[in-house]
């Protein structure tokens, strides 16, 4: 519960205080109302580091005990006692939820508009239990429609977990992921390299050759560029190869046979060649014959970055 006093500085001004205990944990907020209104935020005991956020319009400040923090993160030694340690890069309420995480407070509220900030501040001061936390909100929240649009941000942090899981996504969804990508994205042909070299998708080969064609036309018709066989094979470049059309049946052959399509009319004679009758020529060189494999667990990644709880399913 918030109790209320007054101050009486040496200027005679009356200012009001409020303080009110945070949940959970040894800390308090502190309230200043008056000319210059502050909320500063008191962790532990005995307080020996304060940080300062230029950016507050409030001016807060945050107290915490030093060797706590460093405990919980290295990058916290930096930092001097009794100096004005300055925070620029990292929002009030951000560095709030870390202190308050390093406190044993309650669950961090990490969604969907502060994941990213929270990331890089427990990267930035080595808090590696509230870089879990995200990864745990990453595995719930991430899937095929909006990976496209986190894939690049996320990857900055070359976290091989969380990596592996968003590969792992690429191929369990990938006709989800095609079909919410934009050529005009950054992670557009590193989320299809991703699903095109891999051996084993959750889709036949002709589904993926179909998902892709769709999603390049709506785009093509939306930057109104021509649907001609030459854009689209410009646009995919090397990637064509790596559709395994040997590995298609001859009517899965026709179907990509229609205009526009990404295989040369040379192309689709030897390929239909190999299908019919086994007969090597030149284009088959750059082509996989192999048939990728289609049985996955949707789920397997996601377990192994959970925490254990029993057997696993095979």
Same mark, same amino acid.
């Given at each position: 519960m918030s109790q209320k006093f007054e101050i009486e500085p040496v200027s005679g001004e009356i200012r009001e205080y409020t303080c009110r205990a945070l949940n959970g944990i040894n800390a308090i907020e502190v309230t200043r109302t008056g000319r210059d209104d502050f909320i500063h935020y008191y962790f532990g005991t005995y307080q020996d580091l304060a940080f300062t956020f230029p950016s507050?319009?409030?001016?807060?400040?945050?107290?915490?005990?030093?060797?706590?923090?460093?405990?919980?993160?290295?990058?916290?030694?930096?930092?001097?006692?009794?100096?004005?340690?300055?925070?620029?890069?990292?929002?009030?309420?951000?560095?709030?939820?870390?202190?308050?995480?390093?406190?044993?407070?309650?669950?961090?509220?990490i969604h969907e508009g502060n994941f990213l900030e929270i990331l890089r501040a427990s990267q930035k001061f080595s808090v590696h239990s509230l870089t879990y936390?995200?990864?745990?909100?990453?595995?719930?929240?991430?899937?095929?429609?909006?990976?496209?649009?986190?894939?690049?941000?996320i990857d900055k942090f070359s976290i091989k977990m969380i990596n592996d899981f968003m590969r792992h996504t690429c191929? $369990?969804?990938?006709? $989800?992921?095609?079909?919410?990508?934009?050529?005009?994205?950054?992670?557009?042909?590193?989320?299809?390299?991703?699903?095109?070299?891999?051996?084993?998708?959750?889709?036949?080969?002709?589904?993926?050759?179909?998902?892709?064609?769709?999603?390049?036309?709506?785009?093509?018709?939306?930057?109104?560029?021509?649907?001609?066989d030459e854009e689209f094979r410009n646009e995919l470049g090397q990637m064509i190869y790596l559709i395994r059309f040997p590995?298609?049946?001859?009517?899965?052959?026709?179907?990509?046979?229609?205009?526009?399509?990404?295989?040369?009319?040379?192309?689709?004679?030897?390929?239909?060649?190999?299908?019919?009758?086994?007969?090597?020529?030149?284009s088959l060189q750059f082509f996989s014959v192999a048939p990728r494999l289609t049985r996955l667990h949707p789920n397997l990644q996601k377990s192994y970055i959970k925490p254990h709880q029993g057997p696993q399913e095979c």
């Open positions: 507050d319009k409030e001016s807060s400040k945050i107290f915490v005990e030093k060797h706590l923090v460093v405990s919980k993160g290295e990058a916290f030694k930096s930092f001097k006692r009794g100096a004005q340690n300055v925070i620029t890069d990292v929002s009030l309420d951000t560095f709030k939820e870390m202190i308050q995480h390093i406190y044993g407070g309650p669950h961090v509220n936390e995200v990864l745990l909100f990453l595995v719930d929240f991430l899937n095929g429609e909006n990976l496209p649009k986190y894939f690049v941000e191929i $369990v969804s990938p006709l $989800v992921i095609i079909e919410n990508l934009t050529i005009s994205d950054p992670a557009y042909k590193r989320l299809l390299s991703i699903i095109l070299e891999f051996p084993c998708l959750s889709c036949t080969e002709f589904e993926l050759y179909n998902g892709i064609m769709c999603m390049l036309k709506k785009e093509f018709q939306r930057l109104k560029k021509p649907l001609i590995a298609m049946s001859l009517e899965d052959l026709m179907e990509c046979a229609k205009k526009p399509t990404l295989l040369t009319s040379q192309e689709l004679i030897d390929i239909q060649m190999w299908v019919k009758e086994r007969i090597f020529s030149q």
